[in-house]
Structure formats: C-alpha cells, structure tokens
C-alpha cells in the first residue's frame, strides 16, 4: 500500500506531490487522504506532474478510480479545475461523474463533489454553529433535490449520520432523520456497531432521539454480539438504562407516541409517530418493526434485549446499573 512510504515528521519533501500522484494512480484513498492532509501540503501538489504530463486527477480518472477522483476534485479550488481533456481520457464511470461535475460548475458555480466534502466537513463537527448548519441544508437541497443523490442503506452518504452520531451533532442528525429520511439500521465497517451503540458508548443525548425514532435499533448486535443496553451498562449508564425500564410495563419497552417521560437534562428526544419511519425490519429480529399500520406502537421485550441471562455475565462489575438490573432482571442476579 502506498501509505507504507508516506513520510512522517513536518519535513518538506519534493515528492509529497508525487505521493499525492502515486496514491490517485493505484486508487488509494486514505493513503491520498493521508498525503492531503499533511501539515506541509500545498494545494500545488495537486497540480504535480510526471514525465508524461500526467496529474493526480487525470491519472486517477484514467485509471477509474472514482473516489480518488471525488476526493483530488473537492481539495482543487473551482477555478483550477480543467475538465475536458480529463474526461476524453477517462473510463465510462469517471467521465459520466466528471460530465456532471461541469454541468454542476454552470449551475451551481461549484461542484458536487465539493458539497460532499463540505457537508461530510460539517456532520463530523462536534459544534455547529447556525451559518454550519444553513450551508449543510443547502448542501445538502443541491445534491439530493437537485442532483439526484438517494440517503438510503446502501448509499455511501449514509455515512453523514454516522459522522454527525459519533461527533454527537444533534442538529445535524436530525435534519438528516426528519428532513431527507436518512436511514438509521446503518453500521459501522470494523465494530459492526450501529448508530444507538455509538450513542450509548459516548453517553450522548441522542440515545434517547434515536431509541424513540427506531426502537429496533435496541435489537441489533455488534461484532461482540451486544446490543446498545449492553453498552449502555458497560459504560454504568444508569439514566438511559433505567428510562429504559420506565418505559416500559412488565417487562416490556414500549415507545408510543410520545408517552415516555425523558429524565431531566435530555435533549434530542422526538416521539415516533405513526407510520413515521420508514427503517425495515434487521434481520433477524423477530419483534415488531419500528412502526405497525395498525398498532399504536411498538413492544421491545427484555428477552430481546438481553437474548440470554447468561449474556448478562460478561458485564463488568458495576457500580450503579447493577443494583438497578438485578431488581428488574432477578434471573440474572448471580450472573452480574
């Protein structure tokens, strides 16, 4: 790989140009991300050339290597960009994207993969302020009203909510669930964790929004088999753990337009309406999906949340939800 030979240190190099041009050119896209992000980078690197005449986006596109393409695209400023000769050059896929770029440049004055880059730029800020959040609207109406773009679960902008989760950017996860239906049973590539383990790990307020909005999000495992109560209570997480249980009657969770009290402090919580989302059922869970046409709401029971009693036991020995589970939980009592 190519990120091998990325030097370290702040020492200026002749070659970070040519680093620049070798990671566009095998498709290597944290290496070429890497190589940008170098405190000693210039925006003339992206201009390098070899002995043929060849630059980081021509080659990348010449090779088909389409993200590379995106991402030497979105760090060229507009006025640098020279896309004709580049697209008679380049595969069927880039040339289509690059065709549409220059009609982005007519429309827009910009293009859309500087949008992409933008909006990705806001979602992963932990603090927004009113003019971020207007740019990311406007991003945001440009690429999926005007250009087409679709938010679903196979989509590679699925990963905005992702970033705005685990930066813990309410306004931005929200404008992206109520506004442009951003799908929630997204996950994680190495942890396999969805967007409601995220939120638990950190503590976040937006584990109560996002249980209200999805509740089968509670059902789903990650790479250790554990649902978000499992790391809520790995994390001593005593205010979501116990909402959970209040929640619910006899055993069961239940979200149901609204009626569940939120604990003192907690922001971000939106009820879910009827027929409000339109997640499908994970596979593999059993219980209801999140919304039912003819039910009043949606029953999460605690044996779908712990699966087993005997799963309880690889908790770590807690201070505060201990107590709490042990009297809602009595199975698992000697298990804690």
Known sequence: MIRRFVPKGNVRLNNVGMMIFQAAKVGDVE????????????????????????????????????????????????????????????TKKVARYLNLCKGDLQRFKTTRAHM???????????????????????????????????????????????????????????????DYKAPLHIRTPKTRENLLHVACRQGSPLRYYLTSKCPTLLLELDVNGDTPLHTACKADDSQFVSWLFQVHREGTVRVNGGEAPMPNGAEGH??????????????????????????????????????????????????????????????ATEKI
């Open 31 to 90: 290496a070429l991300i890497m190589c940008l992000h170098r405190p000693e980078a210039t925006s003339a690197d992206l201009s390098f050339e070899d002995e043929t005449g060849q630059t980081p986006l021509s080659v990348a596109a010449m090779h088909g290597h389409l993200a590379c393409v995106k991402i030497v695209i979105a760090y060229t400023s507009v006025s640098g960009l020279k896309l004709d000769q580049i697209t008679k050059n380049a």
């Open 116 to 178: 992409e880059i933008e909006a990705s730029k806001i979602a992963g800020k932990a603090n927004c302020s009113a003019k971020d959040i207007e740019r990311f609207v406007t991003c945001l109406d440009c690429l999926v009203k005007e250009c087409g773009y679709i938010l679903d679960e196979s989509s590679e902008y699925c990963n905005w909510i992702l970033r705005a989760t685990s930066s813990n950017n309410i306004p931005i996860v929200k404008r992206l669930v109520e």
């Open 270 to 331: 939106v009820t879910n309406e009827r027929n409000g989302c339109s997640c499908k059922r994970p596979q593999g869970v059993t219980t209801h999906p999140c919304v039912m046409p003819q039910s009043d709401g949606i029953e999460v029971t605690t044996n779908d949340l712990c699966r087993t009693p005997d799963e309880l036991g690889h908790l770590p020995k807690l201070s505060v939800v201990k107590p709490f589970l042990c009297e809602k939980l009595p199975f």
